[in-house]
């Protein structure tokens, strides 16, 4: 084996053997970098591709990820942990090349939540899984009716200084927990792109989902006595039009891009009824499924969703800062 092509169609495999529900192509970068490594000398080379990329202040992806960001996507065939072992040493080696940022930089690897072999090899290495894109794929025997003690309904422009508080609150706590980082202009960024979707997203339900996926994006607000208490912001994706690759199966899906409760009214069944008719809506839309990204590290996210029927897909791998990959 000694093409990248061997390699991709050898790792694809395996992936299906792992995991029926990873998507039938790895996605690359088309303007990735190649890298190559050897496990040992002799041995047939592994490869990838790497991406090195930095966000400009005041942009809204500045608040999921660092300033710089180095990402490897591998090729190991059918060796996940001294495939990946090798990348990484290379990896860490082209990285200390570029002199990156002392501070607000990473490495990044997404792989597989279930290959463990090459999570041994990451952990070596010193990264750490700060996120997991989770999938709901069936419909999970967990309950799909609303409690009745809060009302559910889509959140219109009225809302929006509802909308950007429990945005925030969101925000800030999954900044002490995984990948999110709180900047000073969080508050503004989060109010223009929601002052934004709630105007497409109240649109009256019944419209075509694929219409929706570049409009009406649901925005549900859980309340009680007319007081806001919780918020699932939600939207859709459809893969068939992605055609540089996507991480997910065919078709469209729910996705769940925040979900945020009121401190002090935690662990009282808002959550699982905002999910209840997120999930209802996506049902009714003939999504393929769901999905959402959570921080392993959260004490409440992980245990909430599974509980909802969603689990790991992809573990998406950082080191903080870039300087301390080993």
């Known amino acids: 084996m000694n093409n990248a092509q061997e390699l991709l169609d050898a790792q694809q495999e395996r992936f299906r053997r792992l995991d029926p529900a990873l998507p039938d192509s790895y996605p690359l970068p088309r303007d990735g970098e190649p890298l190559v490594a050897r496990t040992r000398p002799g041995e047939p ?4 591709l790497t991406t090195h990329t930095r966000q400009p202040p005041g942009s809204l992806p500045s608040l999921w990820t660092t300033t710089e960001t180095h990402e490897l996507f591998p090729l190991v065939g059918d060796r996940p942990h001294e495939g990946m072992d090798a990348l990484l040493r290379a990896f860490g080696k082209q990285v200390a090349s570029r002199s990156p940022a002392e501070t607000d930089s990473s490495c990044l690897v997404t792989w597989p939540s279930r290959d463990v072999r090459a999570s041994r090899a990451l952990l070596d290495h010193g990264f750490v899984p700060l996120s997991c894109l989770a999938v709901r794929t069936r419909a999970p025997n967990v309950d799909t009716e609303l409690s009745g003690t809060v009302k559910v309904r889509r959140a219109g422009p009225p809302d929006l ?4 508080e ?11 927990v995984g990948s999110s980082v709180l900047r000073p202009d969080a508050a503004e960024l989060k109010r223009s792109v929601l002052r934004v979707r709630l105007r497409s997203g109240s649109s009256p339900r019944g419209t075509s989902p694929r219409e929706n996926t570049t409009g009406g994006d649901p925005v ?6 007319e007081e806001v208490l919780g918020l699932a912001e939600c939207g859709w994706v459809d893969t068939e039009s992605h055609h540089g690759g996507h991480r997910l199966g065919t078709g469209l899906w729910g996705y769940v891009n925040c979900l945020s409760v009121r401190e002090d009214q935690r662990g009282t069944g808002i959550g699982r009824d905002l999910m209840a008719m997120a999930h209802s809506d996506f049902a009714a839309a003939g999504a393929v499924g769901s999905f959402l990204y959570y921080n392993p590290a ?8 599974h509980r909802q029927g969603y689990r790991p897909l992809w573990t998406i791998w950082e080191i903080r800062p870039a300087t301390a990959l080993r």
């Open 298 to 305: 959260n004490p409440l996210s992980p245990v909430f969703w």
């Open 166 to 176: 429990l945005a925030m609150a969101e925000l800030e706590y999954a900044a002490l």
């Open 220 to 225: 549900w607000l859980a309340e009680r006595d």
């Open 45 to 48: 080379p592994v490869a990838g």
């Open 161 to 164: 200084d509802e909308v950007v």
